[in-house]
């Protein structure tokens, strides 16, 4: 089965880490892919775009269907595959409500107040051209998303929406991966600093962790202090 899946990906990319990691978790641990760099935009090569007209990753085949954008390859997974590997979205009603929940929370607002809003205000504008104000804004915007999170799982336990992982912490898991990467400290969000730690012991986990990152520490300036 595993022959007929194929993966373009890049390594790093927070998309492409929630498509391996529902890869792995469905048990697809040998399947066919291959990494793009960005550097040499080949994301936008003729190899990818005649799959993906928008030229991105990650790019999913599985056989002759095509299916790209993250959070599309991990549904059409998880409701493929149901008797495979990991159950990523319960199939009790409460259970499965809280999933689904945690799992579009984190897209919309880890996405807008981590990596749009903070990070990349952060390490895109010159320290010159930086607004304290602004700055200051996001960080509080950055600091109470973190709060929540820290809070649920001081609710929930082991993982982000309960005892379970699921299709929430493939979703939710890269953000925080990221974060760390560039230097966000977790001290003081205890559950959340606690969370990181058990999920880097999780084999999907290990076996999905960006290349890039296991040879080179960041060079980026540590964000712990900011928040």
Known sequence: ?????????????????????????????????????????????????????????PTFTHGTIVVNESSAICEYLESTFKEKGTQLVPSGRNERALVLQRMYEADTNLM????????????????????????SKKTKSLKEELDRWDGYLGQTGAFI?????TMADVYFFPFVGF????????????????????ACTRPSVKATWPPDWKENKSSMTPLAGHL
């Open 1 to 57: 089965m595993a022959e007929d899946v194929f993966l373009y990906w890049a390594s790093g990319s927070v998309p492409c880490w929630k498509a391996m990691l529902a890869l792995e978790e469905k048990g697809f641990s040998r399947y066919k892919n291959k990494m793009i760099s960005f550097d040499k935009k080949e994301e936008k090569s003729p190899e990818i775009l005649k799959l993906n007209p928008r030229g991105q990753v």
């Open 112 to 135: 807008q107040k981590m990596l749009l809003d903070f990070l990349y205000y952060f390490f895109d504008t010159e320290k010159m051209d930086m607004d304290p104000a602004t700055f």
């Open 161 to 165: 929406a309960g005892p379970n992982f």
């Open 179 to 198: 974060g760390v990467w560039l230097g966000l400290g977790l001290d003081k969000f205890p559950n959340l600093k606690a969370y990181y730690e058990r």
